[in-house]
């Protein structure tokens, strides 16, 4: 008890020291408010917290607990979420995104729409545009985090956005100068796309992972087969930016991945293969656009058996209790939603889930303020009008989303995006 009113002292000196940059300060309310009345999931896997209350002060979260037990501040505001639940704002950590400053402006705005405060960038950033976008506190938007360009070997007829490398000299260059950039992960591809080009040779990874360690720089792979998954592991990858994908994983592969404790798997599911009711999303874009992504989504029997072996091989590494996150590739901004649904289906439990797309995903991104609701953490949350706990879809039903403890302007947004101002 001593520990926390201490820990408490320190931080109303530190905010009180002025230690937030103008710019933060300018963004947020000026007092507190306090939230009450709602369900409350933290994101660390706890039972959630009924008929909650919640303090958020300067864009954190100052004191959490039930309603009535929790101190307001002297002339705090009141927001009543009485039937609402309140969730981590969804981390969505692996996306592929825009490399000029306005469209990626434009991009961290839709996530943070679809309640996703943060995400990162897995290595096709090219050029130095979006790295001081990291830095930045933007209105309305998700946090961003960026991988630089990724290593992989010579693909032609695909993306030159990576470094295609041929020669350890190489690739240990090509980690110097991502290191010199300070990306927040070094990526790597092994994958030899369907026997069409050559792939990342295990010297080669090897030397990247090896380079990347030495410059303090945690790793990420993207594999396809168990034998490089395996392969990587032994070599010392930190992470993985999909899960095996030719065959079901081995006890082997199991050992592997438990012998290093801070291992996580974002398992990166592909389409499910089944015709999904987009009906959620109508109302964030113009009609045209809608009827377009509507169109996108059918049954098909091919995807559907290639997604059974990774959801067989999530519900395993979820059972043996391996740490996993989400990510959901590409840019599609609202595509957590449906990943989530996706590992829902393979054997975690809708709380798994949500552990997975907080917590796991924020230690993944190395967020260390966000992806749980705890005192000291950025106030970045999601109302929703129905619990997700019963119902994964129910990430769909947003009511609000806070960042940074302001509001995000979603009928502004939104307003903006569907009367055809943007060409998004
Ligand atoms: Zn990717």
Same mark, same amino acid.
């Given at each position: 008890?001593?520990?926390?009113?201490?820990?408490?002292?320190?931080?109303?000196?530190?905010?009180?020291?002025?230690?937030?940059?103008?710019?933060?300060?300018?963004?947020?309310?000026?007092?507190?408010?306090?939230?009450?009345?709602?369900?409350?999931?933290?994101?660390?896997?706890?039972?959630?917290?009924?008929?909650?209350?919640?303090?958020?002060?300067?864009?954190?979260?100052?004191?959490?607990?039930?309603?009535?037990?929790?101190?307001?501040?002297?002339?705090?505001?009141?927001?009543?979420?009485?039937?609402?639940?309140?969730?981590?704002?969804?981390?969505?950590?692996?996306?592929? +995104?825009?490399?000029?400053?306005?469209?990626?402006?434009?991009?961290?705005?839709?996530?943070?729409?679809?309640?996703?405060?943060?995400?990162?960038?897995?290595?096709?950033?090219?050029?130095?545009?979006?790295?001081?976008?990291?830095?930045?506190?933007?209105?309305?938007?998700?946090?961003?985090?960026?991988?630089?360009?990724?290593?992989?070997?010579?693909?032609?007829?695909?993306?030159?956005?990576?470094?295609?490398?041929?020669?350890?000299?190489?690739?240990?260059?090509?980690?110097?100068?991502?290191?010199?950039?300070?990306?927040?992960?070094?990526?790597?591809?092994?994958?030899?796309?369907?026997?069409?080009?050559?792939?990342?040779?295990?010297?080669?990874?090897?030397?990247?992972?090896?380079?990347?360690?030495?410059?303090?720089?945690?790793?990420?792979?993207?594999?396809?087969?168990?034998?490089?998954?395996?392969?990587?592991?032994?070599?010392?990858?930190?992470?993985?930016?999909?899960?095996?994908?030719?065959?079901?994983?081995?006890?082997?592969?199991?050992?592997?991945?438990?012998?290093?404790?801070?291992?996580?798997?974002?398992?990166?599911?592909?389409?499910?293969?089944?015709?999904?009711?987009?009906?959620? +999303?109508?109302?964030?874009?113009?009609?045209?656009?809608?009827?377009?992504?509507?169109?996108?989504?059918?049954?098909?029997?091919?995807?559907?058996?290639?997604?059974?072996?990774?959801?067989?091989?999530?519900?395993?590494?979820?059972?043996?209790?391996?740490?996993?996150?989400?990510?959901?590739?590409?840019?599609?901004?609202?595509?957590?939603?449906?990943?989530?649904?996706?590992?829902?289906?393979?054997?975690?439990?809708?709380?798994?889930?949500?552990?997975?797309?907080?917590?796991?995903?924020?230690?993944?991104?190395?967020?260390?303020?966000?992806?749980?609701?705890?005192?000291?953490?950025?106030?970045?949350?999601?109302?929703?009008?129905?619990?997700?706990?019963?119902?994964?879809?129910?990430?769909?039903?947003?009511?609000?989303?806070? +960042?940074?403890?302001?509001?995000?302007?979603?009928?502004?947004?939104?307003?903006?995006?569907?009367?055809?101002?943007?060409?998004?």
């Amino acid at each position: 008890m001593r520990c926390v009113s201490r820990k408490i002292f320190s931080i109303s000196v530190f905010l009180a020291a002025g230690y937030l940059t103008p710019v933060t300060k300018a963004q947020q309310p000026a007092s507190a408010t306090v939230f009450e009345g709602a369900r409350l999931i933290t994101g660390d896997g706890s039972a959630p917290v009924a008929d909650s209350a919640f303090v958020v002060e300067n864009g954190r979260f100052t004191a959490i607990g039930r309603k009535g037990q929790v101190k307001a501040p002297a002339g705090a505001a009141h927001v009543d979420l009485t039937g609402k639940t309140v969730m981590p704002a969804i981390i969505d950590a692996h996306k592929h +995104l825009a490399v000029t400053r306005d469209a990626l402006v434009d991009q961290l705005q839709h996530f943070a729409y679809y309640g996703i405060g943060a995400t990162m960038s897995l290595g096709q950033d090219t050029g130095d545009e979006v790295y001081p976008v990291r830095a930045e506190t933007i209105p309305n938007a998700a946090r961003y985090r960026t991988a630089g360009r990724g290593m992989t070997g010579p693909e032609p007829g695909r993306s030159q956005a990576p470094f295609w490398v041929t020669s350890e000299a190489e690739v240990r260059k090509d980690v110097d100068e991502m290191a010199a950039k300070k990306v927040d992960i070094i990526k790597f591809w092994v994958d030899d796309r369907d026997h069409t080009v050559t792939k990342l040779s295990p010297e080669l990874y090897r030397a990247g992972i090896d380079e990347a360690h030495k410059k303090g720089l945690r790793t990420i792979a993207h594999i396809f087969t168990l034998e490089d998954a395996k392969g990587v592991l032994r070599a010392g990858i930190d992470n993985f930016a999909h899960s095996v994908r030719d065959k079901d994983v081995d006890d082997e592969y199991i050992k592997l991945v438990k012998a290093k404790p801070n291992f996580i798997v974002d398992p990166n599911l592909p389409d499910r293969g089944v015709k999904a009711d987009r009906s959620w +999303l109508r109302d964030s874009m113009p009609a045209a656009e809608f009827q377009k992504v509507q169109a996108d989504t059918k049954d098909d029997p091919k995807a559907q058996q290639f997604f059974g072996i990774q959801c067989r091989n999530l519900g395993r590494l979820n059972k043996e209790g391996i740490k996993i996150s989400l990510g959901s590739d590409g840019p599609i901004p609202w595509a957590a939603h449906e990943e989530m649904a996706d590992m829902a289906g393979c054997g975690m439990t809708p709380a798994q889930v949500i552990v997975a797309a907080t917590r796991n995903a924020a230690e993944l991104m190395k967020l260390t303020d966000a992806g749980t609701i705890a005192v000291r953490k950025s106030a970045d949350f999601v109302v929703l009008d129905a619990n997700p706990l019963d119902d994964i879809t129910n990430t769909r039903r947003i009511s609000s989303v806070y +960042l940074r403890g302001s509001q995000v302007d979603r009928a502004g947004l939104r307003a903006r995006w569907t009367s055809g101002r943007t060409s998004r």
